[in-house]
C-alpha cells in the first residue's frame, strides 16, 4: 500500500520560533497534499490543500502566512508553523492521494507530528 | 460533500460484532463512501471502501442499501485492539478531493 511518512513525530519549540514539518509520500507520488491539524479529543480540521508547484488553498480562518506550506515536489509538502504561540500546540496531519479522476482511491495519512510550543 | 451523522460513542465487549452506522442524506450519485480508523496520536488508517451493497476485506465488511443513504461497518469478533475512533466520509474522488470529517464513532472494547 501506498505510504505516508512526517518528520518530526515531535516537536517541543519555544514561543516565538518557527517549526517546519514535512510530509513525503514514499512509494507514490502525490500531486495534492493536504494538511490538518486535530485538538484532543476532537476531529481533523483541514487547514490546507497543497499543490505541487503551485500556491496552497487555505481553508476559511486558517492565516496563510502563519502557516506557510511548499509543495516543491510530487514527494514532499512542507508545513511550517512561524513564530509558533502555545494556542499552536496541536497535532499536525498530513495526506496525499495519488490522484487521477479515473482512480477510484482513497487518501493516505501520515504519522502525525506532535507540536508543543512553550 | 455530503454530511455525515454518526453515533459519538459505542461500547461492546471483546469477541462481539459491532456494527456503526453512519447516515449520509445528501450523498451524490458519484460519491464513494469510505471508513477510516484512528488510534490516539497517530494519522488515520483507510478500513474499508465500497459504493453500494456489500463489500468485505479482511478487517471488516460494509453494508449499502439500495437508497445508499446511510452506511454500515462491521466488525467481526473485535478485541481491545480494535478500541479507536472511526470516522465515515463520503466524496466524489478520495484521491484528490478534500474531505470534512464529522465527529467519528469512539468505541470502546471492554475486556
Known amino acids: 500500500g501506498a505510504v505516508v511518512s512526517q518528520h518530526p513525530s515531535r516537536v517541543i519549540c519555544k514561543s516565538g520560533t518557527s517549526v517546519k514539518i514535512e510530509c513525503r509520500s514514499l512509494?507514490?507520488?502525490?500531486?495534492?497534499m493536504f494538511w490538518y491539524r486535530q485538538f484532543p479529543k476532537q476531529s481533523l480540521m483541514l487547514m490546507a490543500t497543497s499543490n505541487e508547484g503551485s500556491k496552497a488553498t487555505y481553508e476559511q480562518g486558517v492565516e496563510k502566512d502563519k502557516f506557510l506550506i511548499n509543495h516543491a515536489s510530487l514527494t514532499l509538502s512542507t508545513l511550517t508553523v512561524t513564530s509558533a504561540h502555545p494556542e499552536d500546540s496541536s497535532f499536525y496531519i498530513c495526506s496525499a492521494g495519488r490522484g487521477g479522476t479515473a482512480v477510484r482511491d482513497t487518501q493516505y495519512f501520515g504519522p502525525g507530528t506532535r507540536l508543543t510550543v512553550l | 460533500l455530503a454530511k455525515t451523522t454518526q453515533p459519538i460513542s459505542m461500547d461492546s465487549y471483546e469477541g462481539q460484532e459491532v456494527n456503526i452506522t453512519c447516515s449520509h442524506n445528501n450523498i451524490a450519485t458519484n460519491d464513494y463512501i469510505t471508513w477510516y480508523q484512528q488510534f490516539p496520536s497517530q494519522g488515520p488508517r483507510f478500513i474499508i471502501q465500497?459504493?453500494?451493497t456489500k463489500v468485505t476485506n479482511e478487517v471488516a465488511s460494509l453494508f449499502i442499501p439500495a437508497d445508499r443513504k446511510s452506511s454500515t461497518l462491521s466488525l467481526p469478533r473485535v478485541s481491545l485492539s480494535d478500541t479507536a475512533v472511526y470516522y465515515c466520509?463520503?466524496?466524489?474522488?478520495?484521491?484528490?478531493?478534500?474531505?470534512?470529517f464529522g465527529t467519528g464513532t469512539r468505541l470502546t472494547i471492554i475486556p
Open positions: 465500497g459504493y453500494k
Open positions: 466520509l463520503v466524496a466524489t474522488n478520495f484521491g484528490n478531493e478534500k474531505l470534512t
Open positions: 512509494d507514490f507520488q502525490a500531486t495534492t
